[in-house]
C-alpha cells in the first residue's frame, strides 16, 4: 500500500460526512413533499372526523408543530443516535422495526453475492483464456441471458417450475438456507453474476495482451500464478469498480425478490409500510439503506488502493 | 503477392472468426431493437385489438388460440396487443434515461477524474449522494411520496443513472491521466479540453458503451419492475412490468400471462445488450489489432 493511504482513508472517512448528512437531507425533504396533513393521514383510518384535541395531541408526540428546519435538525440528531423515530401504524419503534429485519436481507444478499462473484470471476476469467472458443460463445450469450432477465420473472418462472410442477423447492416463506434460500438467492444473483462475468471477462482480455504478463509468462511461471497473481488482480479494479456500483442493484433487487417470495426483509418492509403510507419507517428504511450503501461506497474506494498502488492519493 | 506464413494464418482466423461474431451480435442485437422500434411505432396498425376498449369478459382467460394468439387477460382483453403497446411505454423509458445518463455521466465522470481537487469532490459527493440511494429505491420513494407515473419514472431514473457511468469513467481516468501520452501531449503543449477530447475520451468510450448499452436493458427492467410492484405504469396503460404483475396471481391458472409479457422484457434487454457487445468490439481500437 501507498504510504499516503492512510491519510487518504481518514480524509475519505470524513468526506463521507457531508453525504450521510446530504443523504438525510433529501429523505427528510423527500418526505416533506407528501401531499396532505400527517395528522389526517394518520387519523383518518381510525375515525371519520379529525378531533381537534387528539389531533394536538399527534401533533405534539411526532413533533410535528415545530417548525420544519427545527423538524430536520432534530431528525439528524434522532438519527445520529440510531432513534428514527415512531411508526404511524405499529407505535412501535422504527429502528427495532428495521433491525429485525436486517438478518434476513443480509442473508439474501450475502448469498446472492458469494454466488454471483464465485460464478461470474470464474465464468469470466476462463471465457477470457479461451477467447474466440465454444466456451468463450456459449458463456457470453450465457452472460447476455442472465443479465437480460427480469428477476421477477426469473422467481416467477422457478416458483412455477421447481416449486409448483416439480415440488422440489417450498414457493416461498422464510426458514433454514435450505431449502428455503436457494431460489431467492439465485433469483436475486443471476444477474448480478452475468455482469461480472462480462466485465471480468473483458477486463482480463486487456490485461493479458499486455507486457507484464507476457513477461511473466516469458519467466516460466504457471499459467495459475499469471492469471491469479499478474492479470486478476490488475483486471480486478473495473471489477470491483462495477461490484461496487451492482450493490445497490443487488440491494434494490432485494426488495423485489423479498416481494416475490415472501422473505420478511428490510425491503419488504419498506414496500408494506409504502402501501400503507407509514411515513417514519418509508422515511427510516430508506435512509437505513441508504447509509449502509456510504458504508459500501467507502470500501469500494479503499480497495483500489490495494488494489492498484499506482493510482496516487493526492 | 506472397502466401501467408503459418506465423500469419492463426491471427487472420481470429479476427474472422472475430468479426464474424461481431456481426452476428450486432446482427441479431440490432434486428431485435429494429422489429422492436418498428412494432411501438406501428403499434395501432398491427395489434389485432385495442390494448384497453376491447375487453370482454366472456373472454376471461382465454388460452392462447386462434382468436387470441396469445391469450387473454382476466377482462378478456389480448394480451398479444398489449404487449405490442407496451413495447412503446418500455422503450421510450429505456432510451430517454439512458441518453439524459450518459450527457450527464461522460462529462462530469471526465472533469472529475481529469481536474481533481474541488470539482472532483463536488461532482462526486453530489454524485454518491445520489448513488447512496439505490436508483429503484429512490424511484420507489418518489412514487411513494409524489404517486405513481410514468414521468415520475423517467425523472427518478434519469436523476439517478448518471452516477454510475461517472464513477466508471472518472475511476479510469485516474489511471490514463498518468500514462506517457497524455504527458507527451501535454509536453507539446496541447490545451486540457484537446488532451480530454483527443487523448482521454476515447479510452473510456468502451466502457461507457457496455454500461450505457446494459443501461438501457437496466432502465427497461427497472420500469417494469416499479410496474410490477404497482408503483410504475398505471392500469389500463399496457405495460409488461404491470402485466406480469397481474399474472403473477393467476400462475397456476393462467401462465401465459406471466411468460409472454416477461418475454418481451426479456428479449428487448438481450436486444439491446448485444448491439452493445457488437458495437464494443467494432469500437475498440484495441479488440482489432
Given at each position: 500500500?501507498?504510504?499516503?493511504?492512510?491519510?487518504?482513508?481518514?480524509?475519505?472517512?470524513?468526506?463521507?460526512?457531508?453525504?450521510?448528512?446530504?443523504?438525510?437531507?433529501?429523505?427528510?425533504?423527500?418526505?416533506?413533499?407528501?401531499?396532505?396533513?400527517?395528522?389526517?393521514?394518520?387519523?383518518?383510518?381510525?375515525?371519520?372526523?379529525?378531533?381537534?384535541?387528539?389531533?394536538?395531541?399527534?401533533?405534539?408526540?411526532?413533533?410535528?408543530?415545530?417548525?420544519?428546519?427545527?423538524?430536520?435538525?432534530?431528525?439528524?440528531?434522532?438519527?445520529?443516535?440510531?432513534?428514527?423515530?415512531?411508526?404511524?401504524?405499529?407505535?412501535?419503534?422504527?429502528?427495532?422495526?428495521?433491525?429485525?429485519?436486517?438478518?434476513?436481507?443480509?442473508?439474501?444478499?450475502?448469498?446472492?453475492?458469494?454466488?454471483?462473484?464465485?460464478?461470474?470471476?470464474?465464468?469470466?476469467?476462463?471465457?477470457?483464456?479461451?477467447?474466440?472458443?465454444?466456451?468463450?460463445?456459449?458463456?457470453?450469450?450465457?452472460?447476455?441471458?442472465?443479465?437480460?432477465?427480469?428477476?421477477?420473472?426469473?422467481?416467477?418462472?422457478?416458483?412455477?417450475?421447481?416449486?409448483?410442477?416439480?415440488?422440489?423447492?417450498?414457493?416461498?416463506?422464510?426458514?433454514?438456507?435450505?431449502?428455503?434460500?436457494?431460489?431467492?438467492?439465485?433469483?436475486?444473483?443471476?444477474?448480478?453474476?452475468?455482469?461480472?462475468?462480462?466485465?471480468?471477462?473483458?477486463?482480463?482480455?486487456?490485461?493479458?495482451?499486455?507486457?507484464?504478463?507476457?513477461?511473466?509468462?516469458?519467466?516460466?511461471?504457471?499459467?495459475?500464478?499469471?492469471?491469479?497473481?499478474?492479470?486478476?488482480?490488475?483486471?480486478?479494479?473495473?471489477?470491483?469498480?462495477?461490484?461496487?456500483?451492482?450493490?445497490?442493484?443487488?440491494?434494490?433487487?432485494?426488495?423485489?425478490?423479498?416481494?416475490?417470495?415472501?422473505?420478511?426483509?428490510?425491503?419488504?418492509?419498506?414496500?408494506?409500510?409504502?402501501?400503507?403510507?407509514?411515513?417514519?419507517?418509508?422515511?427510516?428504511?430508506?435512509?437505513?439503506?441508504?447509509?449502509?450503501?456510504?458504508?459500501?461506497?467507502?470500501?469500494?474506494?479503499?480497495?483500489?488502493?490495494?488494489?492498484?498502488?499506482?493510482?496516487?492519493?493526492? | 503477392?506472397?502466401?501467408?506464413?503459418?506465423?500469419?494464418?492463426?491471427?487472420?482466423?481470429?479476427?474472422?472468426?472475430?468479426?464474424?461474431?461481431?456481426?452476428?451480435?450486432?446482427?441479431?442485437?440490432?434486428?431485435?431493437?429494429?422489429?422492436?422500434?418498428?412494432?411501438?411505432?406501428?403499434?395501432?396498425?398491427?395489434?389485432?385489438?385495442?390494448?384497453?376498449?376491447?375487453?370482454?369478459?366472456?373472454?376471461?382467460?382465454?388460452?392462447?388460440g386462434d382468436r387470441y394468439p396469445l391469450g387473454a387477460d382476466l377482462f378478456g382483453r389480448d394480451v398479444l396487443s398489449r404487449i405490442i403497446y407496451g413495447a412503446r411505454v418500455s422503450l421510450g423509458v429505456g432510451i430517454a434515461v439512458q441518453a439524459s445518463a450518459l450527457t450527464l455521466g461522460m462529462t462530469l465522470g471526465l472533469l472529475s477524474g481529469f481536474y481533481?481537487?474541488?470539482?472532483?469532490?463536488?461532482?462526486?459527493?453530489?454524485?454518491?449522494?445520489?448513488?447512496?440511494?439505490?436508483?429503484?429505491?429512490?424511484?420507489?420513494?418518489?412514487?411513494?411520496?409524489?404517486?405513481?407515473?410514468?414521468?415520475?419514472?423517467?425523472?427518478?431514473?434519469?436523476?439517478?443513472?448518471?452516477?454510475?457511468?461517472?464513477?466508471?469513467?472518472?475511476?479510469?481516468?485516474?489511471?490514463?491521466?498518468?500514462?506517457?501520452?497524455?504527458?507527451?501531449?501535454?509536453?507539446?503543449?496541447?490545451?486540457?479540453?484537446?488532451?480530454?477530447?483527443?487523448?482521454?475520451?476515447?479510452?473510456?468510450?468502451?466502457?461507457?458503451?457496455?454500461?450505457?448499452?446494459?443501461?438501457?436493458?437496466?432502465?427497461?427492467?427497472?420500469?417494469?419492475?416499479?410496474?410490477?410492484?404497482?408503483?410504475?405504469?398505471?392500469?389500463?396503460?399496457?405495460?409488461?412490468?404491470?402485466?406480469?404483475?397481474?399474472?403473477?396471481?393467476?400462475?397456476?391458472?393462467?401462465?401465459?400471462?406471466?411468460?409472454?409479457?416477461?418475454?418481451?422484457?426479456?428479449?428487448?434487454?438481450?436486444?439491446?445488450?448485444?448491439?452493445?457487445?457488437?458495437?464494443?468490439?467494432?469500437?475498440?481500437?484495441?479488440?482489432?489489432?
Open positions: 500500500m501507498p504510504r499516503g493511504i492512510w491519510g487518504f482513508i481518514a480524509r475519505r472517512l470524513l468526506l463521507a460526512v457531508p453525504v450521510f448528512v446530504g443523504v438525510t437531507v433529501v429523505t427528510f425533504a423527500l418526505m416533506q413533499i407528501v401531499p396532505g396533513d400527517p395528522v389526517a393521514l394518520l387519523m383518518e383510518e381510525k375515525m371519520a372526523t379529525i378531533d381537534p384535541a387528539a389531533a394536538r395531541i399527534i401533533r405534539a408526540k411526532w413533533g410535528l408543530d415545530d417548525p420544519v428546519p427545527i423538524q430536520y435538525l432534530k431528525f439528524l440528531r434522532n438519527a445520529v443516535r440510531g432513534d428514527l423515530g415512531i411508526s404511524y401504524r405499529t407505535d412501535r419503534d422504527v429502528t427495532t422495526s428495521i433491525l429485525e429485519r436486517v438478518p434476513a436481507t443480509a442473508k439474501l444478499a450475502a448469498a446472492a453475492l458469494v454466488l454471483a462473484i464465485l460464478i461470474g470471476v470464474s465464468m469470466g476469467i476462463v471465457a477470457a483464456l479461451r477467447q474466440n472458443t465454444f466456451f468463450d460463445s456459449a458463456s457470453i450469450m450465457l452472460a447476455t441471458v442472465g443479465v437480460s432477465i427480469p428477476n421477477f420473472w426469473l422467481g416467477l418462472l422457478l416458483i412455477y417450475l421447481l416449486a409448483v410442477e416439480w415440488r422440489w423447492l417450498p414457493p416461498s416463506g422464510y426458514g433454514p438456507p435450505y431449502p428455503y434460500l436457494i431460489m431467492p438467492a439465485v433469483t436475486l444473483g443471476t444477474g448480478l453474476s452475468a455482469v461480472i462475468a462480462r466485465l471480468t471477462r473483458s477486463s482480463m482480455l486487456e490485461v493479458i495482451r499486455q507486457d507484464y504478463v507476457r513477461t511473466a509468462r516469458a519467466k516460466g511461471l504457471p499459467d495459475r500464478r499469471v492469471i491469479m497473481t499478474h492479470a486478476l488482480r490488475n483486471a480486478a479494479i473495473p471489477i470491483v469498480t462495477v461490484v461496487g456500483v451492482q450493490m445497490s442493484g443487488l440491494l434494490s433487487g432485494a426488495v423485489i425478490t423479498e416481494r416475490v417470495f415472501s422473505w420478511p426483509g428490510v425491503g419488504r418492509l419498506l414496500l408494506d409500510s409504502i402501501s400503507v403510507r407509514d411515513l417514519p419507517m418509508v422515511q427510516g428504511c430508506v435512509l437505513f439503506i441508504a447509509t449502509i450503501f456510504i458504508a459500501l461506497n467507502l470500501l469500494v474506494d479503499l480497495s483500489y488502493a490495494a488494489l492498484d498502488p499506482r493510482i496516487k492519493y493526492e | 503477392m506472397k502466401a501467408p506464413t503459418p506465423a500469419r494464418i492463426a491471427p487472420l482466423r481470429r479476427s474472422r472468426w472475430r468479426r464474424a461474431r461481431r456481426l452476428r451480435n450486432l446482427t441479431i442485437g440490432g434486428s431485435i431493437i429494429v422489429v422492436l422500434v418498428a412494432v411501438a411505432i406501428l403499434a395501432p396498425w398491427i395489434a389485432p385489438f385495442d390494448p384497453v376498449k376491447d375487453a370482454d369478459l366472456n373472454n376471461y382467460l382465454q388460452p392462447p481533481g481537487g474541488w470539482i472532483d469532490n463536488v461532482i462526486m459527493r453530489l454524485a454518491e449522494v445520489i448513488f447512496a440511494f439505490p436508483g429503484l429505491l429512490f424511484a420507489i420513494t418518489i412514487m411513494a411520496v409524489i404517486g405513481p407515473s410514468l414521468y415520475n419514472v423517467f425523472l427518478a431514473l434519469g436523476l439517478v443513472s448518471w452516477t454510475s457511468l461517472a464513477r466508471l469513467v472518472r475511476g479510469q481516468v485516474l489511471t490514463i491521466r498518468q500514462h506517457e501520452y497524455v504527458e507527451a501531449a501535454r509536453a507539446v503543449g496541447a490545451s486540457n479540453a484537446r488532451i480530454i477530447v483527443r487523448h482521454i475520451l476515447p479510452n473510456t468510450t468502451a466502457s461507457a458503451i457496455i454500461l450505457v448499452t446494459l443501461g438501457i436493458g437496466g432502465a427497461i427492467l427497472a420500469e417494469a419492475s416499479l410496474s410490477f410492484l404497482g408503483l410504475g405504469a398505471q392500469p389500463p396503460t399496457p405495460s409488461w412490468g404491470s402485466m406480469l404483475s397481474t399474472g403473477r396471481d393467476y400462475l397456476l391458472q393462467a401462465p401465459w400471462l406471466s411468460i409472454y409479457p416477461g418475454l418481451a422484457i426479456f428479449l428487448t434487454v438481450m436486444g439491446f445488450n448485444l448491439l452493445g457487445d457488437g458495437l464494443r468490439d467494432l469500437l475498440d481500437p484495441r479488440m482489432q489489432t
